[in-house]
């Protein structure tokens, strides 16, 4: 079992000083890896949003061990040659240290309906999914040709590519029970799954669920290669709890466990004073 935080990119975290703050102190409390939501805006009520993409150079530069990425960025409203530059310089700048967390993106109304993209969930997974065949053929180093329903690259050869290989690490994050994002999630490195209710609110998953989506994702993943099952929760305020809660993660088939790290609850100081006292195991 490994390691992370996950901070949000607005409100108190609206601030890029502020992340790499918090990541030294994260990367120094013995955590592996640091992430960052991917919101473009997230609702007038969240205050200030910071960009995660160059908020997380600035990390790459203020860390030297701890995994980077954002958790989850939305391709949909993502040109994939842009992206596919930007983390292959992110790569490269943190020595080899990116994950890239994807997803179809989420409110669909904020985040994408209101300011001219896709709401759609269909739409937008189609468009993930052809996104990704671009971005992975240009990291390839090698000539692309695409000519999708969203996309065109006409002969395009981008260099460098990643400093990880065979490419960098994807993991495709889904609403659990929803099945679609996990077929996908399937085809690539990693699982980042939320539970969501009837109404698509977020919710807590149990670990039969946990247990669960692992299975599902090992019936549907050719090769057994090794992925990892990315989930957490919180033990702010409840660190007795910690053992047996990440344990029963662990034993359900989790790989890795994700701290949310909350807004607005309490201060900076307060959430960096948690993130201090190291991982919860």
């Known amino acids: ?8 990119c607005f409100g108190p975290w609206g ?18 890896g640091y992430f960052i939501w991917d919101h473009i805006r997230a609702g007038d009520w969240a205050g200030p949003v910071v960009d995660p993409w160059v908020t997380l150079a600035a990390v790459a530069v203020a860390t ?43 409110p669909r109304d904020v985040d994408f309906g209101e300011l ?20 992975t053929g240009l990291w390839s180093g090698e000539v692309v040709e695409h000519h ?17 290989q065979p490419r960098i690490p994807i993991w495709v994050g889904g609403m659990w029970p929803h099945r679609p994002a996990f077929r996908r999630a399937a085809r690539w490195d ?13 919710r807590d998953l149990s670990n039969g669920e946990v247990a669960e989506i692992a299975a599902f994702v090992r019936r549907h993943r050719p090769g057994g ?8 929760g919180s033990v702010f305020g409840r660190r007795e709890e910690a053992p047996a809660l990440v344990a029963g993660r662990r034993d359900a088939g989790a790989t890795w466990w994700v701290e949310h790290i909350g807004w607005p609850v309490d201060t900076i100081e307060v959430w960096q004073q948690h993130i201090a006292a190291g991982p919860p195991a």
């Open 64 to 106: 030297e061990r701890v995994a980077v990425g954002p958790m989850v960025t939305p391709i949909p409203r993502r040109r994939p040659t842009k992206l596919a530059r930007e983390t292959t310089t992110l790569d490269h700048l943190s020595g080899g240290r990116l994950i890239l967390g994807v997803g179809i993106g989420w």
């Open 1 to 8: 079992m490994r390691f992370a935080v996950s901070i949000p």
């Open 15 to 32: 601030d890029p000083a502020v992340h790499t703050e918090t990541a030294a102190i994260t990367e120094a409390a013995g955590w592996d």
């Open 225 to 232: 290669e090794p992925f990892d099952v990315v989930v957490g």
């Open 190 to 202: 990693g699982v980042t799954p939320i539970g969501v209710d009837d109404g698509d609110r977020p």
């Open 148 to 164: 999708g329903e969203f996309y065109t690259v006409a002969g395009a050869r981008f260099l460098p590519p990643p400093l990880q």
């Open 116 to 135: 001219g993209d896709a709401e759609d969930d269909r739409v937008r997974g189609a468009q993930l999914d052809e996104g990704l065949e671009v971005l």
